[in-house]
């Protein structure tokens, strides 16, 4: 089966651009471009934010800013963009700080509206470097891993240079938007199908077109779309399931917590068909990997 087949994975913007009634030949609004760039998801957002009726998630408190006029029924106030970019700004420096050097990840990390993915309460706390609860046991990772697993799976022999990527626990969806800015098609599973569905309300607004989300056993991996060159699990086995070895392509990295109190992040390289080298790279936290879906 291919990548282009509708029934699987599913494609996010068939989700979120549901036909009202009969199939449409032609979409209502203009796509968003099929290769994202570093600004897509913000352009997106604001593009999709000034369209909507939806409230409007004050950039820095994470309030509710739709107000009611006496005569006009509803009035969207814009977000204040330059707050919410200046403390986005603010965090990137700080993973820049603690050693994340290429420079097309931080300009992903700076492109992605983090406060989007955490409940309004805890948006105030987005852009800290902390990982944060999302429900059901997991957290949101906290951002300086999320740069450094994908800046390790970037260090290719091309360049930085990624097809396909996996990306194995969705969670809340924010490490598979920034994905979406440094790799041609991002494919995400997640095994706790509210959470499946927290990431795609979460990315709906964000219009990126490059994203497949898939409800599943991530230790499974997706053999129908592989080979992937890059792999990154955000959660933590005692092992990397061979299944996800076998769907690496020859060159590809997959970048995996491994361990359960003591964790490491290692770094597995696909050199042949029967061959792959293993890198430990440094102590890490993550929530643990389980089989099966819930
Ligand atoms: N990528 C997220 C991090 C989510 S936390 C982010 O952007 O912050 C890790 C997620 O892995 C959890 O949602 C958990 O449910 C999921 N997970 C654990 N085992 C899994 C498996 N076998 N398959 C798919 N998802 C799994």
Redesign the pocket.
């Known amino acids: 089966m291919s990548g282009k087949d509708k029934r699987f994975p599913l494609p996010l913007s068939s989700v979120v651009d549901k036909p009202s009634g009969r199939s449409q030949a032609q979409p209502s609004r203009p796509m968003a471009p099929r290769v994202a760039t570093p600004q897509t998801a913000t352009q997106n957002a604001a593009l999709s934010l000034s369209r909507s009726s939806a409230p409007v998630i004050d950039a820095v408190q994470g309030r509710s800013v739709l107000r009611a006029a006496a005569s006009n029924p509803v009035q969207i106030v814009r977000p204040e963009p330059m707050v919410s970019d200046a403390v986005r700004a603010a965090m990137v420096a700080r993973v820049a700080k603690q050693g994340v050097k290429d420079a097309k990840v931080l300009a992903a990390m700076s492109a992605v509206p983090r406060h989007l993915?955490v409940e309004q309460g805890l948006s105030g706390q987005a852009y800290v470097d902390a990982?944060l609860p999302?429900g059901?046991h997991?957290?949101?990772?906290q951002p300086y891993i999320?740069a450094r697993m994908i800046e390790v799976m970037r260090a290719n022999a091309n360049g930085g240079a990624l097809n396909k990527v996996l990306?194995?626990?969705?969670?809340?969806?924010?490490?598979?938007a920034?994905l979406s800015l440094v790799a041609k098609e991002v494919y995400?599973?997640?095994?706790?199908k509210p959470?499946h569905e927290l990431a795609k309300s979460n990315l709906r607004p964000l219009r990126i077109a490059n994203i497949r989300l898939q409800y599943?056993?991530?230790?499974l991996g997706l053999p129908q779309v592989a080979p992937f060159d890059g792999i990154i699990l955000?959660?933590a086995g005692m092992e990397v399931p061979q299944a996800l070895l076998d769907q690496l392509s020859i060159g590809g990295r997959l970048v995996a917590p491994v361990g359960a109190q003591r964790q490491v992040l290692q770094l597995i390289e696909r050199v042949s068909k029967f061959e792959w080298t293993n890198t430990t790279l440094e102590d890490c936290h993550?929530?643990?990997?389980?089989?099966?879906?819930v």
């Open positions: 993915f990982s999302i059901h997991q957290t949101i990772s999320v990306e194995i626990g969705t969670g809340c969806g924010y490490q598979a920034v995400s599973i997640e095994r706790i959470l599943g056993d991530g230790m955000a959660a993550f929530v643990p990997l389980r089989p099966g879906v």
